[in-house]
């Protein structure tokens, strides 16, 4: 799309912030017209009412009753060329409504008919050499000028003390100049004391060179490196790179990981360069961060998925860290995987992409042995060597905790170190049963049994929220019911009991609800106020505590039986991310608790050998036809008329097998959830070439006889 306007142009083709795809042709009044370029934000009526879209192109077939846009909201166009060109590409790769894309990438308070208002603030930029030479004290500031180029007026005066006489006399020179910006009130973050970079080890300084040298390309990297191996640090020093050059840096990260000790490694660093956007912000703070980035304030951005559209212009770089996390890609409408989509954007902005972990995605994995991506590897820890591991064979034990890792938990807490202990399971017990008849108790909305939860005491179902009191008696023959299979309420009570002088604290969905945020938890540990942290997968992540010197998983097994195919590299990933945390600081050692110690997620993870996990689940995946073997769809037809989803389904089914070249149709099956919120689910699975898929996926109507046609590419949920 080239933006070619003449002033003869009086059409304008508008995409609404709707469930639709196709763009609307719009008269621009003469008024309006030297204010609308492509990216503004207008007003526009759509039938009877008046809603935002954004201006894509020009012309358009002239109407009779054609009619007018009512207003344009911004100064300058909200979407960047790139990013509206990128909101295109994900609704042609995911087959969904393009004006849902333009709305995700505007932040919330930009998504109505308002335009923003914002004080302004002065900003001191570098212009250049000039004939006048420089006194010895406007050297000194223009060398601090020259490496970061532009900075608020108030912090070349308050932090750096010069005086607006030197300022005023370089501007007179021509070396420098004073801007007017908009500026938007305090940081939703603190800044961190100033840190200087690092010394790179020999392995981070070649991976440093690569990347540096292919700025201003699309190349795509994948760096493998160990859990500590000082990835984060070469992060920094591409950002920093990236700003010498005068380009953005965006850096991805998984939800749970945007803790406040990341954000003070960056602001350490760059200080208010840094932007932060993810959606625990309020819609204000994300409003302001959205603006400052908008208006080159902030030229470093950290965020989580969304982020992928944040408006970064002139992009250097993007990162992707703990690229394998599956919460980067978005399960509701409309559907994306900012990974995959950060190197769309990567191509569009002719920037290189890292995707960054110590447990890569088998898709990255496999793209980069096909030298589809360049390959950086970080293979030894920064100082401390990996931590001992040891796996437990818990048919051979009494009780939740082995003897080892009651060895090892006590050992660490008497030496003055912190643990973690993992256990991915919800609850304090996975369900009732009764022992006579096998009844179980389960939730009426949902085909699933319900959870049983203490503190509050309820049974809960994880896909509704529904919950009641447990039932003491069986329902059906009146035996006393059972709790079966280990959750992780359970585990806090079991640890309290066993370790009594310990300060423990819990990290999961129902616990953070309840008690903090998740950062409160972690802040706790960071200052060793916690002595054992217990904790779903969210424990896993990121995080870098020196102290931690014991890791325990309960049970490894937990998500082994999914029916995912997926299941094994997701545990795989979790174990060894764990068994990561451990011995940061020096020592450190783990335990694996599991009944199959021979499973290849386990025996490798306790190595932590990702290589061999991926070339073993790599031919098992070949043997399959899984991806990154083939690509997958999934059509979910969903309804509340169980007949009629039947019926859909199988009428989905066969518009497909009909056109189904190149690819393979499986199902319909009832989903592994066939019923969730009072609506029956059956689904199709389809594997073959992207091309194939998306030719077929295209003429798919999305309603089929009363029910709701869903498709989503490259699903991560298969339930
Ligand atoms: P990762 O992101 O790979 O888990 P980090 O970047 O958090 O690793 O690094 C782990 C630890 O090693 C941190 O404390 C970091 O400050 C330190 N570190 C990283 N690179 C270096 C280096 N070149 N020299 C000294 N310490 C380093
Ligand atoms: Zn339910
Ligand atoms: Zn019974």
Redesign the pocket.
């Known amino acids: 799309m080239v933006a070619v306007m003449s002033t003869h142009t009086r059409l304008c083709q508008v995409v609404p912030l709707l469930p639709v795809s196709r763009a609307y042709t719009y008269r621009i009044p003469s008024g309006l017209s030297p204010r609308i370029d492509e990216g503004s934000r207008v007003v526009v009526p759509v039938g009877s009412r008046e809603v935002v879209g954004v201006v894509v192109g020009w012309d358009g077939e002239e109407q009779v009753r054609i009619k007018e846009v009512q207003g344009v909201l911004d100064p300058e166009p909200a979407l960047l060329p790139g990013v509206l060109d990128l909101t295109r590409r994900a609704s042609q790769y995911y087959l969904e409504p393009w004006g849902l894309y333009l709305r995700c990438s505007l932040p919330p308070g930009l998504r109505k008919g308002r335009g923003p208002v914002v004080p302004m603030t002065r900003w001191v930029v570098y212009a250049g050499p000039s004939p006048q030479l420089p006194t010895r004290r406007q050297r000194e500031l223009l060398n601090r000028l020259e490496s970061v180029r532009e900075v608020p007026l108030r912090t070349v005066i308050a932090e750096w003390g010069y005086g607006k006489g030197v300022v005023d006399r370089l501007v007179a020179a021509g070396w420098i100049t004073v801007e007017e910006r908009e500026s938007h009130g305090p940081l939703p973050f603190p800044l961190s004391p100033p840190q200087p970079p ?4 020999p392995e ?1 300084e070649e991976a440093f060179r690569r990347v540096e040298n292919a700025l201003g390309d699309f190349t795509p990297f994948l760096l493998y ?10 992060y920094l020093q591409w950002g920093q790179r990236c700003m010498e050059e005068g380009m953005g840096f965006l850096l991805l990260i998984p939800e749970i990981a945007l803790t406040p000790q990341y954000i003070s490694r960056f602001t350490a660093r760059f200080g208010e360069r840094v932007g932060v956007l993810h959606s625990a912000l309020s819609p204000k703070d994300r409003l302001r961060e959205w603006l400052r980035i908008r208006g080159g304030e902030a030229r470093v951005v950290l965020g989580t998925r969304s982020a992928l559209f944040a408006p970064v212009d002139g992009l250097g770089l993007i990162v992707v ?1 703990e690229e394998h996390d599956p919460s980067f890609k978005q399960e509701e409408t409309p559907v994306y995987n900012a990974r995959d989509m950060a190197l769309v954007r990567g191509q569009i902005e002719g920037c290189p992409v890292v995707l960054a972990s ?1 447990t890569p995605s088998l898709e990255s994995f496999y793209n980069a042995q096909k030298n589809k991506y360049a390959m950086l590897t ?1 293979s030894k ?3 401390t060597p990996m931590a001992r591991v040891r796996v437990v064979d818990m048919g051979q034990e009494e009780g939740i905790f082995s003897k080892a890792f009651l060895h090892g938990l006590r050992g660490a807490l008497k030496d003055g170190g912190q643990a973690l202990v993992l256990l991915n399971r919800r609850g304090y017990a996975a369900f009732l049963l009764c022992p006579k008849c096998g009844e179980t108790v389960r939730c009426p909305n949902c085909d699933i049994t319900l959870t049983l939860h203490r503190e509050p005491l309820l049974l809960r179902c994880h896909y509704c929220g529904y919950s009641k009191p447990p039932l003491d008696r069986c329902k059906h023959c009146g035996s006393e019911m059972r709790a079966v299979g280990l959750g992780i309420q359970r585990v806090e009570e079991e640890l309290a009991r066993s370790f009594p002088e310990a300060r423990i604290d819990r990290m999961d969905r129902d616990a953070l609800r309840s008690r903090q945020a998740h950062w409160e938890v972690l802040r706790k540990v960071e200052e060793g106020y916690t002595d054992i942290l217990l904790g779903t997968q969210m424990i896993a992540k ?1 995080h ?1 505590y ?1 102290r931690i010197s014991f890791v325990g998983v309960v049970l490894a097994d937990v998500a082994l039986h999914l029916p995912d195919f997926r299941a094994a590299e997701r545990t795989f990933q979790i174990l060894t991310q764990v068994v ?1 945390r451990a011995g ?1 600081g020096g020592r450190g050692m783990a335990v694996i608790q599991t009944f199959m110690p021979t499973h290849p997620s386990v025996v490798w993870a306790a190595r932590q050998d990702y290589l061999s996990f991926a070339a073993e689940e790599l031919e098992r995946r070949r043997a399959l036809g899984y991806p990154p073997f083939s690509h997958m769809a999934r059509i979910l037809v969903t309804g509340t008329n169980e007949d009629r989803v039947e019926d859909g389904a199988n009428k989905v089914a066969g518009l497909l097998r009909r056109g189904a070249e190149g690819m393979v149709v499986l199902g319909p099956a009832p989903a592994p959830l066939y019923r969730v919120r009072n609506q029956y689910r059956r689904h199709i699975i389809l594997k073959g070439k992207r091309k194939a898929l998306l030719l077929n996926l295209a003429r798919l109507p999305r309603r089929v006889g009363g029910v709701h046609v869903k498709v989503d590419m490259d699903p991560y949920s298969m339930l």
């Open positions: 690092l010394r790179l080890t981070q490196g160990v859990t500590g191996s000082g990835k984060t640090e070469l860290d110590a970080l820890r920064v100082g990121g870098h020196p990561g940061r």
